[in-house]
Structures are given as C-alpha cells and as structure tokens.
C-alpha cells in the first residue's frame, strides 16, 4: 500500500541530502529486518512510526537485535536493485520507506541487515513509537521478546501507563512481567473519552464476580485478550501465556487451555455478554473497544 504520490518536495530533498518535516499524520510501518548468512539468518517483525529519524531506528534495531553496546560504526544505505548511497541519519524514514517493498540496508561493524516494509497503516496518539512485533535467531543474546518491549517502551513510560490502568490489572502485569501489555494499553489510549451507558458502567464495576484467586486472575487475564479484538486463537494464546506466567496450571499439572480459563471466569464473562463485549452477538469493534476502556482503566 502506498501512501499518497510522489512528493516532490521529498525527491528534492533526498537528492540534495536536506532533512525534512512530514507534512502529514505519522504512519505506522510494520518491516521485515534480516541478518542473512550462509550459516544462519536472524530475523525481526518491527513497526515504528515513520516520522522517527534513521538515528532513532539505530537505537530501535540495537534492541531489537540485542547488539553490544559499544562504539561500532554503523550506516543506513540506499537500496535500489543493490546497496547504494549512504543515508544521513538525520532524515526521517519517511523520505526513504513509504511505500510496500521499500528497502534500505543498515551496517553494524561486520553485520549486514536488510530493511523492507511489509505493511504500512494509520496511526493514532496511542500507538507505541516502536514495537518488536516477532522473530526468529539471535546474534548475541537468546531472543526475548517481552524484554526488548519492555526496554523500547522505557520504564517512565511504563510507570505511566501501569498508574493508568485498574490495580488488579496492574498487579497483574507487575507479577508476570509480561510487559508486551503495556504497549496494547498505550494503543488502547485509556484516557479518550468513552461513551458506556451507565447500566454498562454499573456491570463493570461489579466484575470480576468470581471470588477465588485463580478465577480473578483468569478474568484480568482474558479482559487484555479480549481487547486485543483479536480471533479465539490469539486470544487463547494470550490468555494461556498470562495464565501460565501467573502460575497456574490444570489439576493434573499441564498448562491451563483457553477453555479452562473461560470457565474459571464463566460468570464474569457472562456479564461482558450481557452488555456486548463479549460473545457470538458481541457489538461492533468500536463499541467493545469503550467497554474495555472502561473495564481497564483505573
């Protein structure tokens, strides 16, 4: 997907070497980042704000890929049909990768890595500047996606968005360290205004209705999921990671399945069904994003 023609203005400036300013809403772009060796390959799915500077994606790929802290040289390039000009790391990203199929190559020391757009969207004031979304290999370090999150949200920020959220829901994500939440809470902007009638209000304040630890637990729990918006699969997989970060495991030891969680929240569950945030005839995506708006913010 390209977003808009060709501006001038930008084609000017890249052949000139001249940094310039969006003219528009930033974009998200979501890129395909590989170190590709005759032995190995290391590969990372990354969406960031095309309004960053090539200066910002170096620190953004430095943690994503885990690279040593020290004084290596390091370049982004032109890519055409081959690695072509040097980029000034002062241009935003915006002048070089706006279209599907973009590339351009970085160096660090000795390491190739290639850098082409998969997908590019819309953004809004909630959605994380960057965002290591998956991946495979490790150059220095085992990969460790919550720990790459964690460290490309910040701590400040996180502390922000933690005293944004309902307590249980913050003691939840404190105890497992799944700190990929934090980002789907940035994004969910708990602080815009939500239109909830008041009977739905009144359901939220009474969940979870379960009363027993685990059962709690698997209520917060499947509430991230579910705000997600996402299929039962990834809600089960999200809900099944949490639940076994949590430590709770089924009665004969194995890890808790999507099925069981649902079960040990059913009441509560209930209730989100009642008021359309749940279930078969769940209201639009809209509609259920200010539920889980509700629900979640403290």
């Not at 979304?133 to 701590?155: H, K, M, P």
């Not at 009474?206 to 579910?226: K, N």
């Not at 918006?229 to 495991?249: F, Q, R, Y």
Request: aromatic share 8%.
């Amino acid at each position: 997907m390209s977003y808009g023609v060709t501006d001038l203005a930008r084609a000017r400036a890249r052949r000139a070497g001249t940094p310039i300013q969006l003219r528009r809403e930033p974009l998200t772009i979501i890129c395909q980042v590989a170190n590709i060796r005759a032995d190995a390959e290391v590969h990372r799915q990354i969406g960031f704000s095309d309004a960053l500077t090539f200066n910002e994606l170096h620190r953004v790929l430095s943690i994503c890929f885990s690279l040593p802290k020290e004084d290596s040289p390091w370049h982004f390039f032109e890519h055409v049909d081959a690695r072509g000009a040097r980029i000034d790391p002062r241009h935003q990203i915006s002048q070089f990768l706006w279209r599907e199929g973009d590339q351009v190559d970085f160096s660090w020391g000795l390491w190739d890595f290639e850098i082409v757009v998969a997908e590019i969207y819309p953004r809004d004031s909630g959605t994380p500047r960057a965002l290591c979304v998956g991946g495979s290999g490790s150059l220095f370090r085992n990969f460790d996606l919550t720990a790459i999150n964690a460290e490309l949200t910040g701590q400040e920020t996180i502390a922000e968005v933690l005293n944004m959220v309902a307590p249980p829901v913050r003691r939840m994500i404190e105890r497992t360290k799944l700190y990929d939440f934090v980002p789907l809470l940035q994004a969910l902007d708990l602080n815009r205004p939500v239109e909830v009638s008041r009977p739905t209000r009144h359901t939220l304040r009474s969940l979870p209705r379960e009363v027993t630890p685990e059962g709690q637990d698997a209520f917060w729990a499947m509430a991230l999921a579910l705000s997600c918006l996402g299929g039962k699969e990834l809600t089960d997989s999200v809900v099944e990671t949490a639940m076994e970060a949590l430590g709770w495991v089924d009665d004969d030891g194995r890890s808790l399945t999507g099925e069981k969680i649902r079960a040990l929240c059913s009441s509560s569950l209930s209730q989100l069904e009642r008021v359309g945030a749940y279930g078969p005839a769940a209201d639009s995506p809209v509609d259920r994003l200010d539920v889980y708006r509700a629900l979640l913010h403290g």
